[in-house]
């Protein structure tokens, strides 16, 4: 089992690009979640995901940022016209059922230039 | 809102000392709570994961305690190694419909040779 399965590990975008990162959960889990951990602050739940479902997107900034999980495929989550305050270290998680325990993926840095 | 805290944020301990790092969440009423490791520039690993009707778990020559009541947990390291150095970060699932962890800061641990 390959574990959470995140790419790219590392981007670096220039102000006003998009950014997609992608996701995928370890085999079996459909339970996806994206966290945001930004320099020297812990780590904030952004989205929670199931198969084709958000399931509770509380924590994502209301404009520019978007994640979806499809039926087949990875889970995305896609920033477009990145700023500066987007670069952080973006980490998915995935668990087997809704109050299973996580695991995480490596994470993505994003550096916005 | 729930919110934890992790004392101390940083901790450096000679080779071979016993040590305990803590945690403490102002609603006790959670799910369960789980304790990470990150290493720099890397993901989360699952270290221990209690459920709240649980007091404690145990892992090789780490501990880790639950007292929901006062709103605790504690983590104790036995007979600590350099490989041991790394920021330790505890989450607590909240209960009901919300599926999302609430992390702490973390303590960066130092274990000196």
């Known amino acids: 089992n390959a574990g959470v399965m995140q790419n790219p590990r590392h981007l670096v975008r220039r102000r006003g690009q998009e950014a997609r990162l992608r996701c995928s959960p370890m085999?079996?889990?459909?339970?996806v979640y994206w966290y945001r951990q930004l320099p020297e602050e812990g780590l904030k739940f952004m989205v929670y995901?199931?198969?084709?479902?958000?399931?509770?997107e509380s924590g994502m900034p209301k404009e520019r940022f978007s994640a979806e999980f499809p039926k087949e495929g990875p889970s995305i989550l896609r920033i477009q016209q990145v700023v500066r305050g987007d670069s952080a270290a973006y980490f998915c998680?995935?668990?087997?059922?809704?109050?299973?325990?996580?695991?995480f993926g490596s994470g993505t840095r994003l550096t916005v230039v | 809102k729930q919110e934890v805290t992790q004392i101390p944020a940083a901790l450096s301990v000679p080779e071979g000392e016993n040590l305990v790092l803590n945690c403490s969440f102002t609603?006790?009423?959670?799910?369960?709570l789980q304790w990470f490791r990150q290493d720099p520039g890397k993901g989360l690993t699952s270290l221990l994961l209690?459920?709240?009707?649980?007091r404690e778990q145990t892992s090789g020559r780490l501990n880790a305690s639950l007292d929901k009541s006062s709103g605790r947990s504690t983590l104790y390291i036995a007979a600590s190694q350099p490989g041991d150095s790394a920021t330790y970060l505890c989450?607590?699932?909240?209960?009901?419909?919300?599926?999302?962890?609430?992390f702490g800061t973390g303590t960066l641990l130092a274990v000196q040779p």
């Open positions: 995901l199931q198969k084709e479902n958000i399931i509770d």
């Open positions: 085999k079996g889990h459909s339970h």
């Open positions: 989450a607590v699932r909240e209960g009901g419909a919300t599926n999302k962890l609430i």
């Open positions: 209690i459920q709240s009707s649980q």
């Open positions: 998680a995935s668990s087997p059922f809704e109050q299973g325990g996580y695991t």
């Open positions: 609603d006790s009423a959670i799910y369960n």
